[in-house]
Nanobody, 134 residues
Framework: QLQFVESGGGLVQPGGSLRLSCAAS????????IGWFRQAPGKEHEGVSC????????YYADSVKGRFTISRDNAKNTVYLQMNSLKPEDTAVYYC???????????????????????????WGKGTLVTVSS
């Protein structure tokens, strides 16, 4: 079965950095899109960043462009999210998930709006909490 274990969250001051890890099992990253999503209290899930396991194509939400970097290590079946210049509004529980990437499907389409549910990103980890506060 598909499983995801998120780690790396914590308390950080504004402007600080964190590196999140998503250890995936039950599949290999090849031919999948893997995404980081977050949910703040009282808000819906937001697609933060996604990446393809095949060629490394990426998508970033406008709110994190230039600050976050997603990467993957296919050998370790792990996806990372380097978070720099953190802001209080980045405070949320961060989750990762994945779904197969098929022909003519873009990583952006799978990462935003109804994409995660539509494309079958049905398996989630328990998340890791990121708190940005002074």
């Amino acid at each position: 079965q598909l499983q995801f274990v998120e780690s790396g969250g914590g308390l950080v001051q504004p402007g600080g950095s964190l590196r999140l890890s998503c250890a995936a099992s039950g599949f290999t990253l090849d031919h999948y899109a893997i995404g980081w999503f977050r949910q703040a209290p009282g808000k819906e899930h937001e697609g933060v960043s996604c990446i393809t396991g095949s060629d490394g194509s990426t998508y970033y939400a406008d709110s994190v462009k230039g600050r976050f970097t997603i990467s993957r290590d296919n050998a370790k079946n792990t996806v990372y999210l380097q978070m720099n210049s953190l802001k209080p509004e980045d405070t949320a529980v961060y989750y990762c998930t994945a779904a197969p990437l098929f022909f003519r499907t873009t990583v952006q389409a799978m990462c935003v709006g109804p994409g995660p549910r539509y494309y079958g990103m049905d398996y989630w980890g328990k998340g890791t909490l990121v708190t940005v506060s002074s």
